[in-house]
Structures are given as structure tokens and as C-alpha cells.
């Protein structure tokens, strides 16, 4: 029989309705309590981590999350992590990079309805998590509405409705229907790595959205402030330069030190600078290419290999790696 551990952070799946509205509030014994027989799939042990609402998630709760997989792991088959939805995608990105060579499934899941209420997708969503989570598969995953999301290509398309989450281009893993789970493409085979922690990481990091209009200005606001910026320009990802040169700033930033990234506000596809005039006049040897990783992925990938380095090459290097399937251009 299997051996996993469920992680607690609260969200909403632990949430009961409070006075100003939904608050998490149920432990981990609360939830395992609304699933009844899982004893005879296997066997489930718990710790509660912390107990928020995912809004308030923060990098140093990734490091504690990673540091608690990494402290139990030759104990366990697998992890279940209960999260809220809002900022799921950042986490399993984050848990991603900092869990390397991992030869047992890591699941995130959450709900968009609490566990406690009558009308629900938490329990559909935790069970699905556990029978992944006994799976022989290595990775950090996320498991939503019977799909199956690498962890670093999730994003959360919907505020509402029980599939929120899609994975943005790149195939689901699988999908689960009951006891069935059905891949999408064959799974490699395990290789007996040992498992590698770093939970370095960098948080002067900023996200930048551009907009017609947006002022110069602005950028230089960031230069004692940022280690790394990413910029999410239009379409391909042009920057513009005409009216309101935001290219100039860009190159002021990365004179002082600063690692830009660009990427697209477009979730599909990715960015593509060798296009148009406006992506060429970038400067591709010390600007940092995304190509099509979605921002949920970029974000905590900056912050952790500046955790490593602060060398603009090196971090240019490392970002345009690709890990966990973050890249695939």
C-alpha cells in the first residue's frame, strides 16, 4: 500500500464562511475527514504548513513547502499539497525549480468550493490528487477538474468555474476519470535520481504590464529597487520605441545590473522578438528571452536564479534553460 503525506496551506478548500466572508480555518484532520475509505488506497499522514488565503501567499512559505517534501521524502510514495486557487500556478512553478530530480509525484490541488459545503469540487479534486499522487511519476504536478498540469505550465484562466486551470502550451499530463487515469503521451521511466533542494532564492523581483501610454519614466523607479524585471509587452514581444521609449529605459535598466525578461501578455505561443522591427531593436545578447514559458513560471524562476546569481550572463544563461519543461521553443 502507498504512503503519502497531504500538506495543508489552507485556501479555499479549508475555508468555512467567516465574518467578513470565506476564511481558512480547517486543519488537515478537518479535510481528511470529508474522505472517507482513502484508508483502503492507502495510507495518508498530514501536517499543516500554515493556513491562508492564497492571496496572501508569499516566497518564503514556497521555501517552507519544498523544505517539508525534501525532509520526508524517503519516508513517503508521494505529497498532496492543498493550496488556494489564486496563486497555484506561482507555487508549483516555485516547488518546480526548487525541487530537482524528483522520482516521486509532488500534486497540488485546491478547490474553487470549500470541502465543507454541499455543492463542491474540493472532494472530486483531492481524491484525483491522491490517485495521482500514487502514481510511479517524478515531477510537481497540478491536479484540477480530472486534469493533470505540469507544474510549471498552470495558469488560472477562470474565477469561478471548476475548471479554472489550463496548461498553457503544453499537453496535460492526463486526465482522471474515477479509478482511470489516461496519459497523454508516455511517461519516461524513473532513473534513481537523488533529490536536490534549493530554496534560494532573490524576491527584488517586479512585473511590469505594458499599456499604450505607460511613461518612461516609470522605469526609473526600479533601478534601486529590482535585481529583475519582467516586462510583458504585446504580441510578440515588441518593445516600443517611438513617442514613449520604454527600449531606452530598458537598456538604462540593464547598464545598472538588471536582468530584464520579456515575454508576452498573450497566453498562448509565446514571444517571438525576431519578428518585427520592435522585437529586433532589442538587444538579444543581454535581454532575456521567455520564449514560451507563461508568467506564472517566470516570476519564480527569476527569483530563484537570482538566488544563485546576480551575473546578468549567468542569469540569462539559466533563465533561458529549460527546467521542468518550462520551455519547449
Known sequence: MK???LLTTGGTIASLEGENGLVPEMTADDILSHLPGFNLLCQIDSKALINIDSTNMQPEYWVEMAKAVYEHYEEYDGFVITHGTDTMAYTSAALSYMLQDLEKPVVVTGSQIPI???????????????????????????????????????IKLRTKSYDSFESINYPYIASIYKDHIEYSKPVHSL?????????????????????????????????????????????????????????EKLDELIECGISVVITTQCLEEGEDIELYEVGRK???????????????????????????????????????TPIADDITL
Open 116 to 154: 465543507s459545503f454541499k455543492k463542491t469540487d474540493a472532494k472530486r479534486n483531492i481524491a484525483d490528487a491522491v490517485r495521482f499522487a500514487c502514481e510511479e511519476i517524478g515531477g510537481v504536478y497540478v491536479v484540477f477538474d480530472g486534469r493533470v498540469i505540469q507544474g510549471t505550465r498552470a
Open 191 to 247: 532513473e534513481n535520481k537523488k533529490i536536490k533542494l534549493d530554496t534560494s532564492l532573490c524576491t527584488d523581483v517586479s512585473l511590469v504590464k505594458l499599456f499604450p501610454g505607460i511613461k518612461p519614466e516609470f522605469f526609473d523607479c526600479l533601478k534601486n529597487q529590482c535585481q529583475g524585471i519582467v516586462i510583458e509587452s504585446y504580441g510578440s514581444g515588441g518593445i516600443p520605441f517611438q513617442g514613449r521609449n520604454i527600449l
Open 3 to 5: 504512503k503519502l503525506m
Open 282 to 320: 532589442v538587444n538579444q545578447n543581454v535581454i532575456i528571452r521567455s520564449r514560451n514559458m507563461n508568467t506564472e513560471a517566470i516570476v519564480p524562476k527569476l527569483m530563484w536564479v537570482l538566488g544563485k546569481t546576480q551575473d546578468p550572463q549567468k542569469v540569462k544563461e539559466l533563465m533561458e
